[in-house]
């Protein structure tokens, strides 16, 4: 018989992953505790954006015509217990108020929750990121609390989505990492990720604590070198050089590879900043800090870029003051294809201008209902046209398709003054400079 499978928290991650199972063959059911949430994705409507799920959520969700039906949401905790084969546990695990750590409530909570419903043979699945060490003690409290006892075990199989592309990497995730303790618990895994594995996604068999530590030391790496190049930014400003031909001319060297290699503003997003600060947390508490003091300064020089674009900003005004100057932003969330803001680069810079008196008006594709929860004392329009209106000066801080082809010359027509900043690298200059734009790029040569 084909396993049942259950995925607890329905955000980002838990709802292209019950999604993407469905779509794998398998009848699934999801666990919110948020009504609302439930209730929306029994719709078949996805509570953000992610290009391509709404469609994937459509050809599975029970009830909807045409559907294969293999798709149900759910807030009762019985019933996950009743059905489920296969557990995967994705809620989130936010940075702690005031500390590095993250926190592990939903997680604990979660756990804690589906643990008594456990009273048949299952595998529960941590996906969630999680400092090492959880998933030993987690696996103790299925122990202590599951009826079903033995027969209910704990794997660790850590996600690499990245949001805009979320749909695309769970169904062809390039790798799959199983942290288990029996080959029980392999089996059960290899089965779940069956077509992905026929069509050659790696399967990466480890103990709890390296699953666990791949993921952290994964998106570590990425912020390290995002912050590499950004610390080259700096030092090209200074010398004169130009960040995106050196970032170009390193990348062919297929050791270092070119992607996240665009220097800007820098990362923000719900991942790579508290995963950084979690791991450096962890990496304390188990006595091996030193190991990890490198990612201090990447986090650091990734802060320091959010400065550097205001400081930019108020240098392309004059020098030393927002104070009456208007200036349009574009861009709020963290990233394109994406709705969130949080810890957005973008939003942040916006923010600061603002705190420091300039009347600034934001526009995002996507981000616009975000941002304003965010941030509601911002100004916000309905499309960089507005956005633009008046402005002293133009910031491009996240780089979505649409502003890559926004005319320069229309654009010229309703700005104050030609002057446009590119956070994020993603702008051609030569089309902005022929249009008559003062045209500057973080860690690029003046023309
Ligand atoms: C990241 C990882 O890339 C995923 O592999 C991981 O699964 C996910 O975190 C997670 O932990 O769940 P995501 O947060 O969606 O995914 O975003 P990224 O695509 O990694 O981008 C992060 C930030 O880096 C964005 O603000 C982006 O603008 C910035 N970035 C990226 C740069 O500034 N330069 C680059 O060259 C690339």
Redesign the pocket.
Known sequence: MALKITVIGTGYLGATHAAAMAEMGFEVLGLDIVPEKIEMLSRGRVPMYEPGLEELLHRHVAGIEGSTGRLRFTTSWEEVGDFGDVHFVCVNTPQKHGEYGCDMSYVDAAFGALAPHLRKPSLVVGKS?VPVGSAERLSRLLAERAPAGVDVELAWNP??????FAVQDTLHPDRIVAGVESERAEKVLREVYEVPIGEGSPFVVTDFPTAELVKTA??SF?ATK?SFINAMAEVCEAAGGDVAKLAEAIGHDDRIGAK???A?I???????PK?IRAFMARAGELGADQALTFLREIDSINMRRRGQMVGMAREALGGDTFLGKRVAVLGAT??PDSDDVRDS?ALNVAGQIHLQGGQVTVYDPKGMDNARRVFPTLGYADSALEAARGADVVLHLTEWREFREVDPKELGEVVNARVILDGRNALDADLWRAAGWTFRAMGRPRA
């Open positions: 990121t996600e690499f989505l990245r949001e805009g994964a998106n990425l995002i996240f290699l665009r800007g820098g990362f923000g997003g719900g991942c790579l995963d963290f990233k680069p």
